[in-house]
């Protein structure tokens, strides 16, 4: 954002295609000291596995049973240590934080999702962390690499079931041989999966060795969103969409150093040496650049006027004459989309320029960082004029919301943002996507 001090430059952006999800919230941070869910790093040693190798992590009161979420996340950054190019996940406890902000990926079951956003350098929270944080430098991992992906082995789980439902998986009396499969099933004729892409998908699960059916996204119903090729998820997710279009049908066999690694994953059910299974069903592709599409409906005449401009230009948005503050929230649909409804809790895609009411000035813009921005409804992430004005749209949709002051930053605008104390704020934002993803319910 050229003109928000607090916003990563045009520099930064250039250099780096994948959207950061530590990166400031549109307009800058919430005013005051409650903008954060911050969870303790003693409850994610235990939550996201942080024990070491041969122990099992302790109870958690109150946790959710075996059958419940799972986090299928990584704090591992991707290195190239194997012809998969991806370091191994999953041994000596290395579920949880990714990226530096906690942020976990629920793919099943409605237990408690847990995540917390950029803490905007609060000083306070960082001693206090510090003080029972676990050491920067994790155990090495003590499992096999991560092997290279086939598209084909000797013996295969077989698939039946259309694209969009729940697969019908049926496993070999045979044990699996260890090979990391990616074989399609049915090969759709969407956009094409790039490193960093968002992308929601839907998963059906089966563990190998025991043939137990695992819940998946279609038992949640809600898809899951991710970014493929950005090491944040488990290799088995992460190394196996990236190159495959929207629409298509995949079988996943993954081994354990492409899944949980040599400690298995005990919420699941998975032992140290079984092997996961998985139908993933390819939904959504949305490039970090995209914009929806369809019909542009203008705007109610005392709604500013919206021209939408092409590439990384910013929407033009233009007030009306003598526009006077509003005392609630408005909301006007530019272009109705065709997709699922947000709901409050799921992680949303979205694309936006804000500007003030009053004068039309420009503060912010994804589209012009060409980086699409995400967050999860209801959790306090962003102003509450953004909460309230997503949630209930169409996924495809182009809305327009004109914010009151008190639901957006108030008397305390973030610092250097161009935003006048007392501001009302119109934000043009295009919704490319939602589901179940950094802050699952």
Do not use: C
């Amino acid at each position: 954002m050229a003109e928000n001090p607090s916003g990563p430059s045009e520099a930064d952006t250039a250099s780096a295609p994948v959207a950061d999800p530590a990166a400031p919230r549109p307009g800058g941070p919430l005013p005051g000291d409650g903008e954060s869910i911050v969870i303790p790093p003693s409850i994610l040693k235990q939550q996201a596995g942080w024990t070491k190798p041969g122990e099992s992590a302790p109870p958690i009161p109150g946790a959710a049973k075996p059958e419940e979420p799972q986090v299928f996340a990584s704090t591992v950054r991707k290195q190239e240590i194997s012809e998969a190019d991806y370091e191994n996940v999953g041994g000596g406890g290395r579920l949880g934080v990714i990226l530096g902000v906690v942020i976990t990926l629920l793919l099943v079951g409605s237990g408690v999702g847990l995540y917390a956003v950029n803490q905007h350098n609060d000083k306070a929270a960082k001693a206090s962390d510090a003080a029972t944080a676990t050491p920067s430098t994790p155990p090495s991992p003590s499992q096999a690499p991560v092997p290279p992906i086939k598209t084909d082995a000797k013996v295969l789980p077989t698939v039946a079931g259309d694209f969009g439902k729940k697969a019908n998986i049926t496993v070999p009396q045979q044990a699996p041989d260890g090979t990391f499969v990616v074989k399609p099933i049915s090969e759709g004729d969407g956009s094409k999966i790039n490193k960093g892409d968002w992308v929601s998908a839907d998963f059906t699960l089966k563990d190998w060795q025991t043939g137990k059916d695992i819940p998946g996204s279609y038992d949640q119903g809600k898809s899951l969103i991710l970014q493929p090729g950005t090491g944040q998820v488990i290799p088995a997710l992460d190394a196996t969409l990236v190159g495959q279009k929207a629409g298509s049908r995949l079988l996943v066999v993954a081994p354990p150093a492409a899944a949980f690694g040599d400690q298995g994953n005990a919420q699941l059910g998975l032992g140290a040496k079984d092997t996961l299974v998985l139908v993933i069903d390819i939904q959504r592709v949305s490039a970090p650049d995209a914009r929806v599409s369809g019909d542009m409906t203008a705007p109610p005449a005392d709604f500013p006027q919206v021209k939408v401009n092409g590439g990384k230009t910013a929407d033009t948005i233009t007030p009306p004459a003598g526009v006077t503050d509003p005392t609630d929230l408005k909301t006007a649909v530019l272009i109705q989309g065709k997709g699922p409804k947000v709901e409050s809790g799921e992680e949303v895609v979205v694309q936006y320029t804000g500007v003030t009411l009053k004068d039309g000035k420009k503060f912010d813009s994804s589209v012009e960082k060409g980086q699409a921005f995400s967050f999860v409804t209801g959790g306090g992430q962003v102003i509450a004029g953004w909460d309230k004005g997503v949630v209930g749209q169409n996924v495809g949709s182009r809305i327009e919301l004109v914010i009151p002051a008190a639901q957006a930053y108030g008397a305390q605008p973030p610092a250097g943002s161009g935003i006048a104390a007392n501001a009302s704020l119109v934000f043009v934002i295009d919704i490319l996507d939602a589901g179940q993803g950094s802050g699952g319910q």
